[in-house]
């Protein structure tokens, strides 16, 4: 049965930094594309970004270009999202996931980590 476990979110001031991981169990990770998305109160799922199986190709949403970096570790069965420049708005559950349909179709995903940014 395929597990994934994020970790890492947290509460911090805007324009702070944090960095997610997602360990993922039960099913080949180094072959699975992989995507984070996020989840604010009141509101539905958003693609935040997505890496392929090599960490060769990466892709992520205007919202978060240039300020957030996917990345994955295959010898550790971990994926990675490093949030700099962390805005009010960044603020939700993040939820990591293997990727159904390229680049943004999530599979499943995880139980999420909270990320909480204040003014």
């Known amino acids: 049965e395929a597990q994934l476990v994020e970790s890492g979110g947290g509460s911090v001031q805007a324009g702070g930094s944090l960095r997610l991981s997602c360990v993922a169990s039960?099913?080949?990770?180094?072959?699975?594309?992989m995507l984070w998305v996020r989840q604010a109160p009141g509101k539905g799922l958003e693609w935040v970004s997505s890496?392929?199986?090599?960490?060769?190709?990466?892709v992520y949403a205007d919202s978060v270009k240039g300020r957030f970096t996917i990345s994955r570790d295959n010898s550790k069965n971990t994926l990675y999202l490093q949030l700099n420049t962390l805005k009010t708005e960044d603020t939700a559950m993040y939820f990591c996931?293997?990727?159904?349909?390229?680049?943004?179709?999530?599979?499943?995903r995880g139980q999420g980590t909270q990320v909480t940014v204040s003014s």
């Open positions: 996931g293997n990727v159904r349909r390229w680049p943004n179709v999530i599979g499943y």
């Open positions: 039960g099913f080949t990770f180094s072959v699975s594309d």
């Open positions: 890496i392929s199986s090599g960490g060769g190709r990466t």
